[in-house]
């Protein structure tokens, strides 16, 4: 029988001194790029998003850290080559989908000391990467949690209210689309990658307790006047290069991705989608958006869609490096739009468009159902 914690245990240990003999590397000083904003071509006014690293923006430059994107090769791709501390080589889904909704091109990190008026109005992201709806996640990491998060959040509606007024304000949120992308890290960092959780929770458990977790955060963010929600689901966490590499046999020469963590992710998704049917309700309606099935597909079947490489990043040797591991002397791949993994956590931006363009259908049908 496989031992999720052992094997992966011990490599993550390894992996974890690693932070010990990091060399401080040089922040960008979060140059402001233009956005570009497009006229509105539906009802929603904003978009609001939490969560981790598939949707951090930014935040974690202004955070003392070790997870940081702020430096090449990072945002290699991205409008001017800026590397603006999203973990990829260009945009993420948060910014495909608030471009398609009409709002604008890119999802500015709340943390920003420099957003205007303008700015503030349309959304801002509070995700940080690293983080994840258990709170030991983030204190592991060093960033902010969901539940700050959600505190960063009424700061915001209080400094909205100052800007452009109550009531303006309260119609700025109650016409929101808020998107929530969390989870990876608690059972890939803190769950299988340290022991203090597992003294405490089974698998089963451990499932149990985040989604109450994030059945909090959904109701927090209701009692502060949110409307439509989506919850990303979570990807196959078993085919993270980083997970196939700790957990294969030889992971220079065989890379299959790691099945039963990925049942794991598996079953976790379909508890959460059952809850959110549950909770479900016409003045709040919330949304399981799935990404599990989408990436499987492109792993399975890369050549369909225009990809060559499944189970390493393209961001160095491509089996471990990420965040500051992944920095200016790391070697990159020639197409990162031929690889599914940027860094070997996270995706490129080829990935993040084809994941937007599968849950494009979803999106379509909420504008659609609720008349936005
Ligand atoms: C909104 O308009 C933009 C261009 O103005 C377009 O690209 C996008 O597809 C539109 N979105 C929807 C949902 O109609
Ligand atoms: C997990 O723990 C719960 C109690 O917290 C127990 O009821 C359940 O049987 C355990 N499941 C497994 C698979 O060990």
Known sequence: MWSPSSLFHRTFVIFVLNFLLLISIDESDGKLMK?????????????????????????????????????PPYGKDFAGRIPTGRFSDGRLVSDFISSYVGIKEYVPPYLDPKLSVEELMSGVCFASAGSGFDPLTSQLSGVISLQKQLEYFKEYKRKLEVAIGKEKAQNVISKAAFLISAGTNDFVLNYFGTPFRRETYNITGYQQFMLQNAQQFIQGLREEG?????????????????????????????????????????????????ILTAINNPSSPIIYAD???????????????????VNSGCC???????????????????????????????????????????????????IKDYHL
Do not use: Q
Not at 38 to 50: E, L, W
Not at 232 to 239: K, N, Y
Not at 291 to 309: A, D, H, M, Q, W
């Open 226 to 274: 949110a409307g439509l929600i989506a919850l990303v689901g979570l990807p196959p966490i078993g085919c993270l290069p980083i997970v196939i590499t700790f957990t294969s046999g030889d992971a220079l020469s065989w890379r299959p991705c790691s099945g039963s963590l990925s049942s794991v992710a598996l079953d976790y998704n379909r508890k959460l989608e059952k």
């Open 291 to 309: 990404i599990y099935y989408p990436l499987t597909e492109v792993i399975r079947k890369p050549s369909k869609f225009g990809f060559e490489n």
């Open 316 to 366: 160095g040797s491509g089996l471990v490096e990420t965040t500051f591991m992944c920095n200016p002397r790391s070697a990159v791949c020639d197409n990162p739009s031929t690889y599914v993994f940027f860094d070997s956590v996270h995706p490129t931006e080829a990935t993040y468009s084809y994941l937007f363009k599968a849950l494009r259908p979803v999106i379509d049908r909420i």
């Open 35 to 71: 956005n570009k904003y497009r006229p509105f071509n539906n009802s929603i006014s904003a978009v609001f998003v939490f969560g981790d690293s598939t949707v951090d923006s930014g935040n974690n430059n202004y955070v003392n850290t070790p997870f940081k994107g702020n430096f």
